[in-house]
């Protein structure tokens, strides 16, 4: 069976901005990526999202914001400029820096993301501070 994306051109037209046409060509090839990511992220927590999505309206929305989310970071992120999270530039007494959202270039899902859709998993450890032999 195969899965449908998330969220759609239109989503990010009317959530986020109008995209140029190279930007909705580049969208239309990240939404499926960015879908199956999050698909995988729901699998690593023993999740399925497509249910969840399909049986909660509400969350259906969610997933969708947070792909749109993730599409636009990408399309954000100047493809010259991935290996830095920072950089600046300088001509004369005029100086410009610049943060890139998503500096290394992978796409991926952010921690906020992952609380927003609920994948986030909690660790419970324990780390034993004696070894009861009273030694």
Do not use: C
């Not at 998330?6 to 909705?24: G, P």
């Amino acid at each position: 069976m195969a899965s449908s994306d998330f969220a759609t051109v239109d989503d990010i037209i009317h959530l986020k901005r109008a995209l140029t046409a190279s930007e909705q060509g580049r969208a239309e090839y990240l939404l499926p990526v960015v879908s199956d990511t999050i698909r995988f992220e729901a699998q690593k927590v023993g999740k399925d999202a497509d249910a969840l999505v399909a049986d909660d309206p509400v969350f259906a929305n969610v997933v969708k914001a947070v792909t749109v989310d993730v599409v636009m970071r990408e399309l954000n992120t100047p493809g010259t400029q991935l290996p830095a999270t920072q950089y600046a530039e300088s001509a004369g007494s005029v100086s410009l820096s610049y943060s890139l959202p998503n500096g290394s270039g992978r796409i991926a899902l952010w921690p906020s993301d992952l609380k927003s859709l609920g994948f986030r998993r909690q660790q419970i450890g324990s780390l034993p501070l004696w070894n009861g032999g009273g030694h």
